[in-house]
Protein backbone atom coordinates (compact mmCIF):
# COMPACT_ATOMS: atom_id res chain seq x y z
CA UNK A 1 0.00 0.00 0.00
CA UNK A 2 0.70 3.51 -0.42
CA UNK A 3 1.63 6.01 3.05
CA UNK A 4 1.18 9.00 0.91
CA UNK A 5 -1.46 8.75 -1.30
CA UNK A 6 -2.65 12.21 -2.71
CA UNK A 7 -5.97 11.02 -3.42
CA UNK A 8 -4.79 11.50 -7.32
CA UNK A 9 -7.23 9.54 -9.85
CA UNK A 10 -4.12 8.70 -11.74
CA UNK A 11 -0.33 7.06 -10.94
CA UNK A 12 2.75 7.64 -12.04
CA UNK A 13 5.86 5.51 -11.70
CA UNK A 14 7.32 8.24 -8.87
CA UNK A 15 4.11 7.36 -7.02
CA UNK A 16 5.11 3.55 -6.46
CA UNK A 17 8.58 3.93 -6.00
CA UNK A 18 8.69 4.80 -2.73
CA UNK A 19 6.60 5.25 0.23
CA UNK A 20 5.61 1.42 -0.41
CA UNK A 21 4.45 -1.05 2.87
CA UNK A 22 4.43 -4.61 2.26
CA UNK A 23 1.45 -6.10 3.10
CA UNK A 24 2.11 -9.72 1.44
CA UNK A 25 2.60 -11.74 -2.20
CA UNK A 26 0.29 -13.55 -4.11
CA UNK A 27 1.44 -16.17 -6.10
CA UNK A 28 -0.79 -18.06 -8.95
CA UNK A 29 -0.56 -21.75 -10.27
CA UNK A 30 -2.04 -23.43 -13.17
CA UNK A 31 -1.39 -27.27 -12.21
CA UNK A 32 -1.20 -30.03 -14.63
CA UNK A 33 -4.66 -32.07 -14.39
CA UNK A 34 -4.08 -35.38 -12.32
CA UNK A 35 -5.38 -37.32 -15.50
CA UNK A 36 -2.70 -35.68 -17.87
CA UNK A 37 -0.38 -37.16 -15.15
CA UNK A 38 -1.34 -40.52 -15.57
CA UNK A 39 -1.81 -40.34 -19.46
CA UNK A 40 1.53 -39.09 -19.83
CA UNK A 41 2.90 -41.85 -17.90
CA UNK A 42 0.47 -44.71 -20.28
CA UNK A 43 2.01 -42.68 -22.74
CA UNK A 44 5.90 -43.65 -21.78
CA UNK A 45 4.48 -47.05 -21.04
CA UNK A 46 3.03 -47.40 -24.45
CA UNK A 47 6.53 -46.63 -26.70
CA UNK A 48 5.63 -43.14 -27.02
CA UNK A 49 8.03 -40.24 -26.27
CA UNK A 50 6.33 -37.04 -24.80
CA UNK A 51 7.88 -33.74 -25.02
CA UNK A 52 7.16 -30.24 -23.86
CA UNK A 53 7.66 -27.57 -26.23
CA UNK A 54 6.75 -24.03 -24.78
CA UNK A 55 7.32 -20.53 -24.37
CA UNK A 56 7.40 -20.80 -20.76
CA UNK A 57 10.95 -20.28 -18.95
CA UNK A 58 12.91 -23.00 -18.45
CA UNK A 59 11.89 -23.14 -14.62
CA UNK A 60 8.55 -23.32 -14.73
CA UNK A 61 8.56 -25.52 -17.74
CA UNK A 62 10.82 -28.25 -16.04
CA UNK A 63 8.82 -27.54 -12.86
CA UNK A 64 5.39 -28.35 -14.73
CA UNK A 65 7.63 -31.12 -16.49
CA UNK A 66 8.57 -32.95 -13.51
CA UNK A 67 5.48 -33.00 -11.98
CA UNK A 68 3.58 -34.50 -14.87
CA UNK A 69 6.35 -37.01 -15.13
CA UNK A 70 9.13 -36.33 -18.03
CA UNK A 71 12.63 -37.04 -17.24
CA UNK A 72 14.71 -33.32 -16.57
CA UNK A 73 17.25 -33.99 -14.27
CA UNK A 74 19.18 -36.26 -15.88
CA UNK A 75 21.42 -35.31 -19.42
CA UNK A 76 21.47 -38.03 -22.01
CA UNK A 77 24.77 -38.04 -24.09
CA UNK A 78 25.83 -34.74 -22.68
CA UNK A 79 22.42 -33.02 -24.07
CA UNK A 80 20.69 -31.46 -21.58
CA UNK A 81 16.83 -32.59 -20.80
CA UNK A 82 15.84 -28.84 -20.19
CA UNK A 83 16.99 -26.76 -23.70
CA UNK A 84 16.16 -22.97 -24.52
CA UNK A 85 15.24 -21.11 -27.69
CA UNK A 86 18.24 -19.34 -27.51
CA UNK A 87 20.33 -22.85 -27.37
CA UNK A 88 18.73 -24.04 -30.17
CA UNK A 89 19.55 -21.12 -32.47
CA UNK A 90 23.29 -22.61 -31.77
CA UNK A 91 22.58 -25.65 -32.97
CA UNK A 92 22.82 -26.98 -36.51
CA UNK A 93 19.67 -29.21 -38.45
CA UNK A 94 21.88 -32.14 -38.69
CA UNK A 95 22.64 -31.87 -34.58
CA UNK A 96 19.32 -31.10 -34.18
CA UNK A 97 17.97 -34.67 -34.94
CA UNK A 98 19.89 -36.28 -32.36
CA UNK A 99 18.94 -33.21 -30.10
CA UNK A 100 15.68 -33.37 -30.44
CA UNK A 101 15.12 -36.97 -29.72
CA UNK A 102 17.02 -37.13 -26.20
CA UNK A 103 15.88 -33.85 -25.22
CA UNK A 104 12.85 -33.61 -23.02
CA UNK A 105 11.85 -30.06 -22.20
CA UNK A 106 12.21 -26.88 -25.12
CA UNK A 107 11.67 -23.70 -23.10
CA UNK A 108 11.33 -20.31 -24.98
CA UNK A 109 11.02 -21.23 -28.39
CA UNK A 110 10.13 -19.62 -31.05
CA UNK A 111 7.55 -20.27 -33.56
CA UNK A 112 10.20 -21.05 -36.78
CA UNK A 113 11.73 -23.06 -33.83
CA UNK A 114 8.90 -25.42 -33.05
CA UNK A 115 8.84 -26.10 -36.74
CA UNK A 116 12.33 -27.19 -36.65
CA UNK A 117 11.69 -29.41 -33.77
CA UNK A 118 9.06 -31.26 -35.96
CA UNK A 119 10.96 -31.48 -38.81
CA UNK A 120 14.32 -32.89 -37.14
CA UNK A 121 12.07 -35.63 -35.23
CA UNK A 122 10.34 -36.46 -38.81
CA UNK A 123 14.18 -36.92 -39.79
CA UNK A 124 14.46 -39.14 -37.00
CA UNK A 125 12.03 -41.63 -38.45
CA UNK A 126 9.56 -40.47 -36.04
CA UNK A 127 5.56 -40.28 -36.29
CA UNK A 128 5.16 -36.96 -34.66
CA UNK A 129 1.72 -35.79 -33.48
CA UNK A 130 2.16 -31.71 -32.49
CA UNK A 131 -0.81 -30.03 -30.02
CA UNK A 132 -0.83 -26.38 -30.26
CA UNK A 133 -3.64 -23.96 -29.65
CA UNK A 134 -2.42 -20.44 -30.82
CA UNK A 135 -1.62 -18.87 -34.17
CA UNK A 136 2.19 -18.92 -33.65
CA UNK A 137 1.63 -23.12 -33.44
CA UNK A 138 0.06 -23.22 -36.99
CA UNK A 139 3.34 -24.02 -39.06
CA UNK A 140 4.28 -26.44 -36.76
CA UNK A 141 1.20 -28.16 -36.50
CA UNK A 142 0.57 -28.55 -40.36
CA UNK A 143 4.32 -29.79 -40.97
CA UNK A 144 3.27 -32.34 -38.19
CA UNK A 145 2.15 -36.45 -38.66
CA UNK A 146 -1.08 -35.46 -36.93
CA UNK A 147 -1.84 -32.11 -35.80
CA UNK A 148 -3.84 -31.93 -32.69
CA UNK A 149 -5.51 -28.25 -32.24
CA UNK A 150 -7.13 -27.28 -28.56
CA UNK A 151 -11.00 -26.87 -28.99
CA UNK A 152 -11.74 -25.03 -26.17
CA UNK A 153 -8.91 -22.72 -26.43
CA UNK A 154 -7.79 -22.86 -29.75
CA UNK A 155 -7.84 -20.18 -32.17
CA UNK A 156 -9.59 -21.13 -35.26
CA UNK A 157 -6.21 -20.68 -36.81
CA UNK A 158 -5.13 -24.00 -35.24
CA UNK A 159 -7.88 -25.23 -36.01
CA UNK A 160 -7.68 -25.14 -39.30
CA UNK A 161 -4.19 -26.01 -39.54
CA UNK A 162 -4.36 -29.18 -37.97
CA UNK A 163 -5.49 -32.35 -38.42
CA UNK A 164 -7.77 -33.24 -35.22
CA UNK A 165 -9.17 -31.13 -32.87
CA UNK A 166 -9.33 -31.82 -28.93
CA UNK A 167 -12.91 -30.56 -27.90
CA UNK A 168 -11.96 -30.71 -24.19
CA UNK A 169 -8.39 -29.81 -24.52
CA UNK A 170 -7.21 -32.61 -22.13
CA UNK A 171 -4.14 -34.51 -23.03
CA UNK A 172 -5.92 -37.91 -21.47
CA UNK A 173 -8.25 -37.64 -24.41
CA UNK A 174 -4.78 -37.74 -26.41
CA UNK A 175 -4.06 -41.31 -25.19
CA UNK A 176 -7.24 -42.73 -24.74
CA UNK A 177 -7.45 -41.77 -28.86
CA UNK A 178 -4.04 -44.33 -29.06
CA UNK A 179 -5.06 -46.72 -26.97
CA UNK A 180 -8.92 -47.08 -29.07
CA UNK A 181 -6.93 -46.98 -32.21
CA UNK A 182 -4.80 -50.16 -31.28
CA UNK A 183 -7.93 -51.79 -30.10
CA UNK A 184 -9.42 -50.75 -33.54
CA UNK A 185 -6.41 -51.77 -35.68
CA UNK A 186 -5.51 -55.47 -33.64
CA UNK A 187 -9.52 -56.25 -34.47
CA UNK A 188 -9.10 -55.62 -38.58
CA UNK A 189 -5.66 -58.00 -38.08
CA UNK A 190 -8.30 -60.37 -36.00
CA UNK A 191 -10.88 -60.02 -39.28
CA UNK A 192 -8.49 -60.45 -41.77
CA UNK A 193 -7.03 -63.46 -39.99
CA UNK A 194 -10.69 -65.03 -39.33
CA UNK A 195 -11.34 -64.82 -43.00
CA UNK A 196 -8.34 -64.81 -45.37
CA UNK A 197 -7.68 -68.71 -44.26
CA UNK A 198 -11.56 -69.48 -44.12
CA UNK A 199 -12.30 -67.73 -47.68
CA UNK A 200 -8.57 -70.10 -48.72
CA UNK A 201 -10.52 -72.51 -47.62
CA UNK A 202 -13.11 -72.99 -49.96
CA UNK A 203 -11.07 -71.95 -52.95
CA UNK A 204 -8.79 -74.89 -52.10
CA UNK A 205 -11.89 -77.56 -52.17
CA UNK A 206 -12.84 -76.35 -55.52
CA UNK A 207 -9.62 -76.73 -57.08
CA UNK A 208 -9.01 -79.70 -55.96
CA UNK A 209 -12.46 -81.26 -56.75
CA UNK A 210 -12.07 -79.73 -60.58
CA UNK A 211 -8.56 -81.32 -60.59
CA UNK A 212 -9.46 -84.67 -59.32
CA UNK A 213 -12.40 -84.96 -61.74
CA UNK A 214 -14.81 -85.02 -58.87
CA UNK A 215 -17.93 -83.77 -58.44
CA UNK A 216 -18.06 -79.96 -56.52
CA UNK A 217 -18.20 -80.01 -53.02
CA UNK A 218 -19.69 -77.13 -52.52
CA UNK A 219 -21.94 -75.35 -55.32
CA UNK A 220 -21.67 -71.66 -56.54
CA UNK A 221 -25.07 -71.16 -54.14
CA UNK A 222 -24.04 -72.87 -51.25
CA UNK A 223 -20.48 -70.94 -50.97
CA UNK A 224 -22.32 -67.73 -51.39
CA UNK A 225 -24.91 -68.77 -48.49
CA UNK A 226 -21.59 -69.77 -46.47
CA UNK A 227 -19.96 -66.38 -47.35
CA UNK A 228 -22.77 -64.51 -46.48
CA UNK A 229 -24.05 -65.65 -43.02
CA UNK A 230 -20.73 -66.45 -41.36
CA UNK A 231 -19.50 -62.70 -42.55
CA UNK A 232 -23.07 -61.30 -41.09
CA UNK A 233 -23.50 -63.54 -38.08
CA UNK A 234 -19.45 -64.12 -37.00
CA UNK A 235 -17.00 -61.43 -38.83
CA UNK A 236 -19.18 -58.72 -37.82
CA UNK A 237 -18.88 -60.08 -33.71
CA UNK A 238 -15.43 -59.10 -33.84
CA UNK A 239 -15.66 -56.00 -34.39
CA UNK A 240 -16.99 -55.28 -30.82
CA UNK A 241 -13.75 -57.74 -29.47
CA UNK A 242 -12.99 -55.79 -26.46
CA UNK A 243 -9.25 -54.24 -26.30
CA UNK A 244 -6.79 -56.81 -24.96
CA UNK A 245 -4.93 -56.37 -22.12
CA UNK A 246 -1.46 -55.00 -21.97
CA UNK A 247 -2.62 -53.22 -25.45
CA UNK A 248 -0.83 -50.08 -24.26
CA UNK A 249 2.50 -52.14 -23.16
CA UNK A 250 3.16 -52.71 -26.89
CA UNK A 251 5.73 -50.69 -28.86
CA UNK A 252 4.24 -48.50 -31.39
CA UNK A 253 3.96 -50.43 -34.87
CA UNK A 254 6.08 -48.25 -38.16
CA UNK A 255 3.83 -46.77 -40.73
CA UNK A 256 4.77 -49.49 -43.50
CA UNK A 257 4.15 -52.15 -40.94
CA UNK A 258 2.20 -54.81 -43.25
CA UNK A 259 -1.22 -56.29 -42.57
CA UNK A 260 -0.17 -59.72 -44.08
CA UNK A 261 3.03 -60.94 -41.93
CA UNK A 262 4.79 -64.60 -42.44
CA UNK A 263 2.59 -65.68 -39.19
CA UNK A 264 -1.01 -64.66 -41.00
CA UNK A 265 0.47 -66.30 -44.20
CA UNK A 266 1.34 -69.68 -42.30
CA UNK A 267 -2.20 -69.50 -40.95
CA UNK A 268 -3.33 -68.83 -43.92
CA UNK A 269 -2.29 -72.40 -45.53
CA UNK A 270 -2.99 -74.20 -42.05
CA UNK A 271 -6.27 -73.58 -41.94
CA UNK A 272 -7.01 -73.93 -45.71
CA UNK A 273 -5.98 -76.83 -45.38
CA UNK A 274 -7.58 -78.07 -42.69
CA UNK A 275 -10.72 -77.18 -44.10
CA UNK A 276 -9.63 -78.82 -47.59
CA UNK A 277 -8.87 -81.97 -45.94
CA UNK A 278 -12.07 -82.26 -43.45
CA UNK A 279 -14.49 -80.64 -46.12
CA UNK A 280 -13.00 -82.99 -49.06
CA UNK A 281 -12.57 -86.09 -46.83
CA UNK A 282 -16.18 -85.99 -45.46
CA UNK A 283 -17.80 -84.74 -49.09
CA UNK A 284 -15.96 -88.24 -50.19
CA UNK A 285 -16.51 -90.23 -47.45
CA UNK A 286 -20.37 -89.65 -47.92
CA UNK A 287 -20.36 -90.71 -51.43
CA UNK A 288 -18.29 -93.54 -50.77
CA UNK A 289 -21.02 -94.60 -48.20
CA UNK A 290 -23.88 -94.33 -50.66
CA UNK A 291 -25.33 -90.74 -49.75
CA UNK A 292 -26.55 -88.63 -52.44
CA UNK A 293 -24.34 -85.40 -53.73
CA UNK A 294 -27.21 -83.49 -51.95
CA UNK A 295 -26.00 -84.93 -48.62
CA UNK A 296 -22.75 -85.07 -49.16
CA UNK A 297 -22.62 -81.59 -50.30
CA UNK A 298 -24.90 -80.38 -47.19
CA UNK A 299 -22.61 -82.21 -45.04
CA UNK A 300 -19.45 -80.55 -46.69
CA UNK A 301 -21.49 -76.58 -46.42
CA UNK A 302 -22.15 -77.85 -42.23
CA UNK A 303 -17.72 -78.61 -42.26
CA UNK A 304 -17.53 -74.57 -43.46
CA UNK A 305 -20.11 -73.04 -41.03
CA UNK A 306 -18.98 -75.11 -37.63
CA UNK A 307 -15.41 -74.47 -38.37
CA UNK A 308 -15.47 -70.96 -39.41
CA UNK A 309 -17.47 -71.24 -36.02
CA UNK A 310 -14.90 -72.37 -33.74
CA UNK A 311 -11.95 -71.07 -35.72
CA UNK A 312 -13.75 -67.60 -34.72
CA UNK A 313 -13.15 -68.37 -30.90
CA UNK A 314 -9.26 -68.98 -31.91
CA UNK A 315 -9.58 -65.52 -33.58
CA UNK A 316 -10.41 -63.47 -30.67
CA UNK A 317 -6.75 -63.12 -29.84
CA UNK A 318 -3.46 -63.53 -32.07
CA UNK A 319 -1.97 -64.64 -28.76
CA UNK A 320 -4.41 -65.60 -25.97
CA UNK A 321 -7.12 -68.35 -25.46
CA UNK A 322 -10.47 -67.27 -25.21
CA UNK A 323 -10.02 -68.36 -20.95
CA UNK A 324 -7.30 -65.42 -20.82
CA UNK A 325 -9.71 -63.53 -22.18
CA UNK A 326 -12.51 -64.13 -20.60
CA UNK A 327 -15.22 -66.51 -22.30
CA UNK A 328 -17.92 -63.84 -21.91
CA UNK A 329 -16.40 -60.81 -22.35
CA UNK A 330 -17.62 -60.57 -26.01
CA UNK A 331 -20.98 -61.79 -26.04
CA UNK A 332 -21.41 -60.69 -29.70
CA UNK A 333 -19.46 -63.74 -30.65
CA UNK A 334 -21.52 -66.20 -28.67
CA UNK A 335 -24.39 -64.50 -30.17
CA UNK A 336 -23.32 -65.02 -33.58
CA UNK A 337 -22.51 -68.22 -33.22
CA UNK A 338 -25.94 -68.89 -31.86
CA UNK A 339 -27.56 -67.33 -34.60
CA UNK A 340 -25.45 -68.97 -37.03
CA UNK A 341 -26.45 -72.12 -35.37
CA UNK A 342 -30.05 -71.68 -36.36
CA UNK A 343 -29.34 -70.36 -39.91
CA UNK A 344 -27.71 -73.48 -40.33
CA UNK A 345 -30.36 -75.68 -39.17
CA UNK A 346 -33.08 -74.31 -40.97
CA UNK A 347 -30.58 -74.73 -44.42
CA UNK A 348 -29.92 -78.46 -43.67
CA UNK A 349 -33.81 -79.12 -42.83
CA UNK A 350 -36.36 -76.99 -44.06
CA UNK A 351 -37.85 -78.05 -47.17
CA UNK A 352 -37.80 -74.52 -49.01
CA UNK A 353 -33.92 -74.48 -47.96
CA UNK A 354 -33.49 -77.66 -49.80
CA UNK A 355 -34.90 -76.80 -52.98
CA UNK A 356 -33.33 -73.47 -52.92
CA UNK A 357 -29.60 -74.56 -52.16
CA UNK A 358 -29.55 -78.17 -53.18
CA UNK A 359 -29.54 -79.60 -49.95
CA UNK A 360 -30.70 -82.66 -47.80
CA UNK A 361 -30.81 -83.70 -44.45
CA UNK A 362 -28.37 -85.05 -42.58
CA UNK A 363 -27.60 -87.90 -39.35
CA UNK A 364 -26.84 -87.37 -35.87
CA UNK A 365 -23.99 -89.58 -36.64
CA UNK A 366 -23.27 -86.95 -39.33
CA UNK A 367 -23.09 -83.62 -37.09
CA UNK A 368 -20.74 -85.30 -35.12
CA UNK A 369 -18.21 -85.47 -37.30
CA UNK A 370 -18.40 -82.31 -38.18
CA UNK A 371 -18.47 -81.28 -34.91
CA UNK A 372 -15.28 -83.22 -34.35
CA UNK A 373 -14.02 -81.42 -37.50
CA UNK A 374 -14.43 -77.85 -35.88
CA UNK A 375 -13.03 -79.20 -32.54
CA UNK A 376 -9.42 -80.14 -34.30
CA UNK A 377 -9.54 -76.89 -35.87
CA UNK A 378 -9.24 -74.88 -32.42
CA UNK A 379 -6.84 -77.18 -31.19
CA UNK A 380 -4.67 -77.16 -33.62
CA UNK A 381 -4.70 -73.56 -34.28
CA UNK A 382 -4.63 -73.00 -30.29
CA UNK A 383 -1.49 -75.55 -30.16
CA UNK A 384 -0.33 -72.75 -33.04
CA UNK A 385 -0.53 -69.78 -30.92
CA UNK A 386 0.88 -71.82 -28.27
CA UNK A 387 4.20 -71.89 -30.43
CA UNK A 388 4.18 -68.55 -31.08
CA UNK A 389 4.56 -67.48 -27.56
CA UNK A 390 6.82 -69.71 -26.64
CA UNK A 391 8.78 -68.49 -29.57
CA UNK A 392 8.86 -64.90 -28.69
CA UNK A 393 9.52 -65.28 -24.99
CA UNK A 394 12.71 -67.07 -26.22
CA UNK A 395 13.28 -64.35 -28.69
CA UNK A 396 13.22 -62.08 -25.47
CA UNK A 397 15.55 -63.97 -23.35
CA UNK A 398 18.15 -63.98 -26.27
Known sequence: SLTNWSGKNTINHDDITQGLIFLGLQGMIDPPRKEAMLAVRACQAAGIRVKMITGDHSITAATIAGQIGLDVNVAVDEIPKVLTGRELVEISDAELIQVSTNTAVFARVTPEQKLRLVEAMQAHGEVVAMTGDGVNDAPALRRSDIGVAMGITGTEVSKEAADMVLTDDNFATIEAAVEEGRGVFDNLIKFLTWILPTNAGQGLVIIAAVMLSQPLPVLPVQA???????????????????????????????????????????????????????????????????????????????????????????????????????????????????????????????????????????????????????????????????????????????
Open 224 to 398: LWINMTTAVFLGLALAFEPREPGIMLRSPRTPDTSLLNGELIFRIILVGMLLLICSFGLFEWALFRGAGEAEARTIAVNVFAVGQSFYLLNCRSLRYSIFRLGLFSNPWIWGGIATMTMAQLLFTYLPIMNQLFHTAPISIKDWMYILAVGLVIYLVIGAEKTFWRYREKRAIKI
